[in-house]
């Protein structure tokens, strides 16, 4: 994972498709946010949340039951997205799913916009012209995807599916001893994200049940290093993956 981490650092150039490589052609299509961008941000996303539940781990030496899941959650789907976006034979089809992956992050950053407090008549003239440029990034997105074939307006309204990028991504990147895993960390950390009591039912045991001198009986959910250390291995392998799939699109095999 360190050379990963070096990868990624920021302390170099970042790492972009090769002239005549695979990825190079790719990116034609929607320079604004191209294929290689949306694959480079998820590995990027996936080994700096994997470094960090590495250092909050062997730093703390704690097994908070919730928090490790989280982080992990984080890595695993910014190492499915790159192992999505990057599996298909078909180039038409790399290039609608970076399209999909842009539309969504774009309807998003709209609404974080249109969510800002604008009190001023500036503010507000500041703020509907962010919304624009949003609107005219998804018109642009839909324009791209007009050229893959699709009908007007169908690209704008792309959506990301997570649960199933998390499912494709597995039954490529894993064997099927392990493909299972980021399943179960993408449901058990969900509810660990959105403060659901079922994750934290999940994890009582017999040996977690106390019984006071009132007779009131509570609980203590816990985990262990070897529940934690299983999804992490699974995000590992994954991230692996993802980079073997990388290296092998952004070089130019030819040169």
């Known amino acids: 994972?360190?050379?990963?981490?070096?990868?990624?650092?920021?302390?170099?150039?970042?790492?972009?498709?090769?002239?005549?490589?695979?990825?190079?052609?790719?990116?034609?299509?929607?320079?604004?946010?191209?294929?290689?961008s949306v694959v480079w941000h998820g590995l990027l996303t996936a080994v700096e949340h994997l470094s960090f539940f590495h250092t909050a781990l062997a730093t703390s030496r704690t097994m908070y039951p919730a928090a490790y899941f989280t982080v992990l959650r984080t890595a695993l789907l910014g190492s499915a997205q790159a192992v999505w976006v990057l599996e298909p034979a078909s180039r038409s089809e790399r290039q609608k799913r970076a399209l999909t992956v842009a539309a969504t992050d774009t309807r998003e950053q709209r609404k974080v916009i249109a969510a800002l407090p604008a009190r001023s008549a500036v503010e507000r003239a500041e703020q509907q012209t962010l919304i624009g440029k949003q609107q005219d990034i998804l018109a642009e997105i839909d324009h791209a995807a007009t050229r893959l074939g699709f009908p007007a307006g169908k690209g704008a309204t792309w959506s990301l599916n997570a649960t199933e990028v998390i499912h494709e991504a597995?039954?490529?990147?894993?064997?099927?001893?392990?493909?299972?895993?980021?399943?179960?960390?993408?449901?058990?950390?969900?509810?660990?994200?959105?403060?659901?009591?079922?994750?934290?039912?999940?994890?009582?045991?017999?040996?977690?049940?106390y019984t006071g001198p009132t007779g009131q009986t509570w609980a203590r959910?816990?985990?262990?290093?070897?529940?934690?250390?299983?999804?992490?291995?699974?995000?590992?392998?994954?991230?692996?993956h993802a980079w073997d799939q990388w290296d092998r699109r952004r070089r130019n095999h030819r040169a």
């Open 221 to 240: 959910s816990a985990t262990t290093l070897e529940a934690v250390g299983t999804h992490a291995a699974a995000c590992l392998f994954q991230t692996g």
């Open 170 to 209: 597995a039954h490529i990147a894993l064997d099927p001893d392990t493909r299972d895993f980021p399943q179960v960390l993408w449901r058990i950390s969900s509810g660990h994200v959105h403060g659901h009591a079922y994750s934290r039912l999940l994890q009582i045991t017999q040996d977690h049940l």
């Open 1 to 36: 994972m360190q050379q990963w981490m070096q990868r990624t650092s920021g302390e170099h150039e970042p790492e972009g498709p090769e002239p005549g490589s695979s990825l190079a052609a790719d990116d034609r299509l929607f320079p604004h946010y191209p294929v290689s």
